[in-house]
């Protein structure tokens, strides 16, 4: 879980927006830099979001295969970054809130600011308001899904920007190219699909099936670059998030130390830094007419909430 101490930041001297929220960060380093270089970052930047604050995480606009663009727009990321649940994880002077096994959250009222990277050099940043948690869960998988104050229509013709589209694709090939932009990092990782892991630990939640990225390409998945989309570079669509990878310093199965687990039960470190996704195409599977998640639709395999 990519997240929990390095990146437990509190909103300080942020402005108030005109909602009452504190209004993102939208400072760039780049605003102004035509260079080739730099162009070809924003440009592998454009659509991805980062949630600042509390969870300060990395994440995508998203959507869904014949969504419409009048509808409300999406936030993909990793449940863990949105600092709501049962468990607490301490830092040095804070804590973040993440969710317990068997806990998911279902269309929760939810206010935040996040920062959307337009790629353009003008005005690389601008930023986005949260009203509704869609969907969060760290059981069986780590994903986050928030429904944004704006259309998608609204967004792109305030910024240019439209969204990445969820991918349907249920198994990926070993060796697919796929990169992994962060917003958090403002920056973009080359990185390969290595195999599908059956069950992944970490700490007291078990996941899976995700699939394991190529550690030798180091690709890398420092802290903040949690919920990061995760997208084959043919058909740029989002195949997943990225969740977590092993710092290497603790036992295995502790915090930010996962382990596989083997089918006899035992366990196997994760190699240092080794980074581990998240599949998202089981949205695909509660969806209603209108492309809106419903977790009571029939066949839905998300985990769905305790009464």
Request: net charge negative; proline share 6%; hydrophobic share 35%.
């Amino acid at each position: 879980m990519r997240n929990a101490l390095v990146s437990i930041a509190l909103f300080m001297a942020l402005p108030v927006s005109a909602h009452g929220q504190q209004a993102c960060p939208t400072e760039s380093e780049f605003t102004g830099d035509k260079s080739p270089e730099v162009l070809k970052v924003l440009a592998s930047l454009r659509g991805t979001v980062e949630s600042p604050g509390i969870g300060r995480c990395s994440g995508v606009l998203a959507t869904f295969v014949d969504r419409s663009s009048s509808s409300r727009a999406l936030f993909l990321s990793a449940g863990h970054c949105v600092n709501r649940g049962t468990v607490q994880i301490a830092s040095s002077n804070s804590s973040l809130a993440v969710l317990a096994d068997g806990e998911v959250l279902h269309r929760t009222s939810y206010q935040r600011p996040l920062t959307l990277d337009t790629g353009s050099s003008e005005a690389p940043r601008t930023c986005l308001e949260a009203d509704e948690i869609v969907y969060a869960t760290m059981t069986g998988g780590d994903i986050l899904l928030l429904r944004l104050t704006e259309t998608y229509d609204q967004i792109e013709r305030r910024t240019g920007v439209k969204p990445f589209v969820i991918s349907q694709d249920t198994t990926f090939a070993p060796g697919l190219p796929v990169r992994m932009p962060s917003s958090r990092w403002q920056n973009d990782r080359a990185c390969h699909v290595d195999k599908t892991i059956d069950r992944l630990k970490e700490h007291s939640w078990m996941w899976g099936p995700v699939f394991r990225l190529r550690v030798e390409d180091t690709c890398g998945l420092p802290h903040g670059a949690s919920g990061s989309p995760i997208i084959r570079t043919d058909t740029e669509e989002v195949i997943g998030v990225a969740g977590t990878a092993s710092d290497g310093d603790k036992a295995a199965c502790e915090l930010n130390n996962p382990c596989e687990v083997n089918p006899d039960g035992s366990t196997s470190a994760a190699a240092r830094e080794q980074p581990y996704g998240h599949f998202v195409h089981a949205f695909y599977t509660c969806l209603d007419s209108a492309r809106d998640l419903d977790l009571t639709t029939p066949g839905c395999r998300l985990p769905k909430p305790k009464m």
